[in-house]
């Protein structure tokens, strides 16, 4: 005889393990402070390279006015402004991103903690009922 109970609770941690099955592995093979720096450095590699890109294609655009106006004083404080504006972007994108991924390794460990909530919860009714079908057999009542 089919338990509705127990089909709809394991329907139910299938459906949930299907929507959050790849964010819960996550943060369970991490420590926070390695997730939040593994993309602390994925980010910095990535900035560094849209940043280098992106004067590269500056330059290149800008290069007649550079090299025919402008002296090497000037160039120098051009490529001081620069740098400043990279270590500034480069600030407040890594303090962003230390917030997100701190917040998101929060939620994928709550997420965590409900999916063994409910595996508890449908382990338990097994136990029940599995208990209650040696009382039977043993002639007690349920």
């Known amino acids: 005889m089919l338990n509705e ?4 609770l394991m329907t139910e941690l299938a459906i949930f393990e299907k929507h959050h099955g790849a964010q819960m ?5 991490y420590f926070k402070s390695d997730y939040v720096s593994r993309s602390l450095i994925r980010g ?10 992106a004067a590269c294609v500056w330059s290149l655009f800008n290069v007649d006015t550079i090299l025919s106006s402008i002296g090497m004083e000037q160039i120098e404080g051009l490529a001081m402004r620069g740098g400043a504006l990279y270590l500034g972007g480069l600030a407040v994108y890594e303090a962003l991103i230390a917030m997100v991924y701190g917040r998101r390794y929060d939620y994928e460990g709550k997420m965590n903690r ?14 029940f009922h599995s ?3 040696e009382l039977a057999r043993e002639g007690r009542r349920v």
């Open 5 to 8: 109970e127990k089909i709809r």
């Open 25 to 29: 592995k996550t943060a369970a093979t």
């Open 44 to 53: 910095f590699l990535g900035y560094t390279v849209c940043s280098a890109v």
């Open 114 to 127: 409900i999916y063994i909530i409910k595996l508890k919860h449908l382990d338990k009714r097994y136990e």
């Open 131 to 133: 208990r209650s079908r």
